[in-house]
């Protein structure tokens, strides 16, 4: 075999064996079998983040950590100016992790921002365990969720895009040899070698996935003239709950981040009026930005869309963080101005958490209607609150969406006799 053939083959093994840090749920082939592995989690409050937000976030990341199948055991959180360049946090907190990590025999740390290459094996000489940051996290959950061959091609390219930066702090192998005389240059030669197969890989994957988005462009165009409606939120919102509801489908839906990664759209009829339905990729705070290019196709279906319902879980206390997030998003998307209907979902768990056993009915009622007030103030668009699991004020729901969709028929097509 020559030299350049062993190389191609050492280079797809080191691949692999980064790509199998998105394994995070998957048993061990060694050892115990373990159903789940157990992690800490790891953040830095800096000048920008005050410590609320910082437990907001690991809130959400502990969240991540569950749907990717980890059971988190301990946080820990440093106050620094800005991360530490070699180990993002500080040698005292580092030795306490590590102590922590030994004694309890964890399986993972998980940091709660991106590392660099060179950080994560400097990280995983000192714990001598799996390291993972917030990006490979959710690429993790991605790959898993993935269906079809449009999201399993995004994935695969956003995980390439993330790989590439990261190539020569990952190549420890080479390091061990900058030693010896003349080996620095084909060290370097290598690594070269390495970014061109994964920019190669890039470029194929965006060739793949401009075909399938051409291909899915044409599915769009053939689903005639119905009004379409995108159901848009934060993840884990009850898009998809919602969408079964209303299609009669069986659109998977579960309590996890991202438990529909792939855009589905049903026909749905209120009486006599079609419209199409798409339930939609959910958002989240902190969304690497090279997910975000890879899954824009997937968001084609909002750009095209004639109505938006954007779906909110109230009983989330930080319920408007996530409004705001979906909001940005959808102005980078330029969709933030077209018709919409907000939809403040899980009443049901709202009162549930916010209600006091001793709480009269009259009390009830004062703060359902403050909260109504307030929203509906913060909002230009229709607020409705629901409850899609125990399908309560669904029939408002269906009306007022009904009055929405037949507005946009009137809009589309002025002159045509009106049947609805």
Do not use: C
């Amino acid at each position: 075999m020559s030299n350049g053939s062993a190389h191609v083959l050492s280079t797809f093994h080191l691949t692999n064996s980064i790509m199998a840090d998105w394994d995070i749920g998957k048993k061990q082939k060694k050892g115990i079998r373990k159903e789940t592995e157990s992690a800490v989690l790891v953040a830095v409050i800096t000048k920008v983040q005050t410590e609320e937000q910082v437990q907001e976030y690991l809130d959400e990341l502990e969240f991540l950590a569950h749907t990717a199948g980890a059971v988190t055991k301990k946080r820990f959180v440093q106050k620094l100016p800005h991360p530490i360049n070699s180990t993002f946090v500080g040698k005292g907190k580092i030795e306490e992790i590590a102590d922590y990590v030994e004694r309890h025999e964890i399986d993972m740390v998980i940091f709660d921002d991106d590392l660099t290459g060179k950080q994560t094996n400097t990280l995983e000489e000192i714990f001598k365990v799996k390291i993972i940051d917030r990006s490979t996290l959710i690429l993790d959950i991605f790959a898993n969720r993935a269906q079809t061959a449009q999201a399993k091609t995004q994935v695969e390219l956003a995980q390439m895009n993330y790989l590439l930066p990261r190539l020569r702090g990952l190549w420890t192998h080479l390091e061990r040899q900058r030693g010896g005389i003349g080996m620095r240059g084909p060290g370097e030669q290598e690594i070269e070698t390495d970014r061109r197969i994964v920019r190669d890989k890039i470029s194929m994957l965006k060739k793949r996935l401009a075909k399938i988005d051409s291909q899915s462009q044409t599915q769009r165009k053939n689903r005639g003239q119905l009004i379409r409606v995108a159901l848009v939120g934060y993840t884990n919102a009850g898009k998809s709950t919602i969408m079964n509801m209303l299609s009669k489908s069986e659109v998977f839906a579960e309590d996890k981040l991202f438990a529909t990664l792939d855009t589905t759209v049903r026909k749905v009829v209120f009486g006599s009026m079609p419209f199409l339905l798409s339930d939609t990729v959910g958002f989240i705070r902190k969304l690497p930005h090279h997910l975000v290019e890879s899954f824009k196709s997937t968001l084609d279906e909002v750009r095209e869309s004639d109505l938006i319902v954007h779906v909110t879980d109230m009983a989330h206390p930080q319920y408007q963080d996530h409004i705001n997030t979906v909001n940005s998003t959808l102005k980078d998307l330029g969709v933030l101005d077209k018709p919409t209907l907000m939809i403040f979902n899980k009443l049901d768990l709202y009162r549930k958490r916010n209600f006091d056993a001793l709480l009269d009915e009259e009390g009830k009622e004062e703060i359902m209607t403050e909260l109504f007030r307030t929203n509906q103030s913060r909002s230009e668009h229709p607020v409705l609150f629901i409850s899609a699991t125990k399908k309560e004020n669904i029939d408002s729901f269906r009306e007022v969406l009904g009055d929405m969709v037949k507005k946009q028929y009137e809009i589309r097509y002025p002159y045509r006799p009106k049947i609805w």
